[in-house]
């Protein structure tokens, strides 16, 4: 039975989307997109302003802004703003109050041709760091029919990936109504919501980015089924997202971000418990309201237990070798392009008419501009640095 809280939760989350709708179309995001000239034109030369939500997914903004990258490259930076919802970091994005933001990279898709916003993805920010997480009696994809899975936004690669999953075991996504026995219902929530509504058995499962599967894990409430690195091997999930106006009047300024950026992932390979008491509660900063324990327990590769999650499935693919979260900044084109043909075929409710007419060997070239990052990469020890072919080129590999 669902409770208040359950409502509530359900009824923000559909506000958000529904926000989050208005935004992404050219008529929502035109008044904001007019504010953002006019801001632009008062403060031509304004600061590095990071708008991030609490997930791992900001780490190297968050890393490069503690220990003072952008302003060893000499920018001046104002302390990351943190949002609490994906309609929040949109909306202020657009508006120009924040100018670089990691975004859900399917949502860059959504805003740069479903709302015509004048913006590029310049950056991966990390790759896989998500899991498939269940109530603790569920033991195979095949045990959700019928049942409800939260995912924070139909526009990411944590839907794509569940959705893929569910297929291959002759499942049905919808997103209305009662589930059937061989259909599984998802419905849009926000991460801090997860936890409390599998804990209340509100909902059989949510995939969503890390800490939040393993704090499930941390608090004995569900184990996670599936991590989302296992069946889209290196996959990004969210990716830096800068103004195309930015990108191309302000280039010296624009390579500084970036630079930053790509020079805090190569600090963070080497520097994983620190990176964790950086985004922890405890710090001073204040970045994120997580325990260091659960940040660690994702971070640090040397904690995950692949032994276990060998034994119970989440882990599939062994010879993989993945971490749990991994750094890398360069924006691959074959998974941009894979990415355009998962989402023709993949159930995302709202405005999603324009996804028909995508080439995704356009989008690749269009969506993301990708000379600043491989121009930093370059300086800060080459892709080699990076565990990255020379080639800048890889295949996409996608399993079950």
């Known amino acids: 039975m669902t409770d208040f809280g359950d409502f509530k939760a359900t009824r923000q989350a559909r506000r958000q989307f529904l926000k989050l709708s208005a935004l992404f179309s050219a008529a929502g995001a035109l008044p904001l997109l007019q504010s953002a000239q006019a801001a632009r034109a008062a403060e031509p030369d304004a600061p590095l302003r990071i708008g991030y939500l609490p997930i791992t997914d900001a780490t190297p903004l968050l890393v490069a802004h503690h220990n003072g990258l952008f302003e060893q490259e000499g920018l001046r930076v104002e302390k990351p703003r943190l949002f609490r919802s994906w309609a929040q970091i949109v909306e ?14 399917p949502m860059t898709v959504w805003a740069r041709y479903g709302s015509r916003s004048p913006a590029k993805v310049v950056a991966w920010n990390h790759m896989s760091g998500s899991g ?21 936004f139909w526009y990411s690669l944590h839907n794509i990936v569940l959705q893929h999953l569910l297929k291959s075991q002759g499942l049905e996504p919808i997103s209305d109504g009662n589930p059937g026995p061989t259909q599984v219902k998802l419905v849009v929530m926000a991460p801090s919501d997860m936890v409390p509504a599998l804990a209340n058995k509100q909902i059989a499962g949510y995939t969503v980015a890390e800490p939040f599967n393993a704090n499930a894990e941390a608090l004995k ?15 990004a999930c969210c990716v830096v997202l800068m103004h ?102 993949t159930l995302v409710s709202g405005q999603n008419a324009f996804l028909k007419e995508l080439d995704p060997a356009f989008v690749a070239r269009d969506l993301v501009d990708d000379r600043y990052v491989k121009q930093a990469i370059l300086a800060n020890g080459g892709p080699a640095a990076f565990g990255l072919p020379d080639s800048f080129t890889r295949e996409e590999t996608i399993t079950l």
């Open 221 to 235: 409430v569900g184990k996670i089924l599936r991590f989302t690195g296992d069946v889209w091997k290196d996959h």
């Open 132 to 152: 498939l997480t269940v109530q603790p009696h569920i033991g195979r994809i095949t045990d959700l029919g019928g049942t409800t899975v939260a995912i924070p």
């Open 92 to 105: 202020a994005f657009l508006a120009g109050q924040v100018n670089a933001v990691h975004l859900l990279s």
């Open 244 to 345: 195309e106006q930015d990108l191309d009047q302000r280039p010296e300024w624009s390579q500084k971000v970036v630079n930053g950026i790509v020079r805090a992932q190569a600090w963070i390979q080497d520097n994983r418990q620190e990176t964790a008491r950086i985004l922890s509660r405890d710090n001073p900063q204040k970045y994120t309201p997580h325990t260091y324990e659960a940040l660690a327990s994702v971070l640090e590769p040397e904690r995950m237990d692949a032994a276990h999650y060998e034994s119970t499935g989440a882990i599939v693919n062994k010879d993989w070798k993945e971490k749990r979260i991994d750094f890398q900044p360069y924006p691959y084109p074959s998974y941009t392009e894979e990415l355009i043909r998962k989402l023709k075929t």
